[in-house]
């Protein structure tokens, strides 16, 4: 199995920019199609992006254009890019691990981490 740890988030204005990181431990974090999840106060976890085990990547239309995840198997890391950020993207960021072929349903993911808090004011 693999232990995940995200780390990275904050408060900033609109505009800016954040990147979170997600440390993967135990097992190789190569091995698993990896995601990141947003869940705002009182609403459902929602897909944002992820990374195929063959570096393809998908993201949430929401936020195409603006993040980008990548993925360092050296390192055993994801990271998750986001640029010109918007209050909407407001929320606990989750990292999370498949093995299996990626999937924008957050029920099909076998590991978590703990999230990170990003807020974006306006």
């Known amino acids: 199995q693999v232990q995940l740890v995200e780390s990275g988030g904050g408060l900033v204005q609109a505009g800016d920019s954040l990147r979170l990181s997600c440390a993967a431990s135990g097992r190789t974090a190569s091995t698993y199609a990896m995601g990141w999840f947003r869940q705002a106060p009182g609403k459902e976890r929602q897909f944002v992006a992820a990374i195929s085990l063959s570096g393809n990547t998908y993201y949430a239309d929401s936020v195409k254009g603006r993040f980008t995840i990548s993925r360092d198997n050296a390192k055993n890391a994801v990271y998750l890019q986001m640029n010109r950020l918007k209050p909407d993207d407001t929320g606990v960021f989750y990292c999370?691990?498949?093995?299996?072929?990626?999937?924008?349903?957050?029920?099909?993911?076998?590991?978590w981490g703990q999230g990170t808090q990003v807020t974006v004011s306006s």
């Open positions: 999370a691990a498949r093995s299996s072929y990626y999937s924008r349903s957050w029920d099909r993911y076998d590991y």
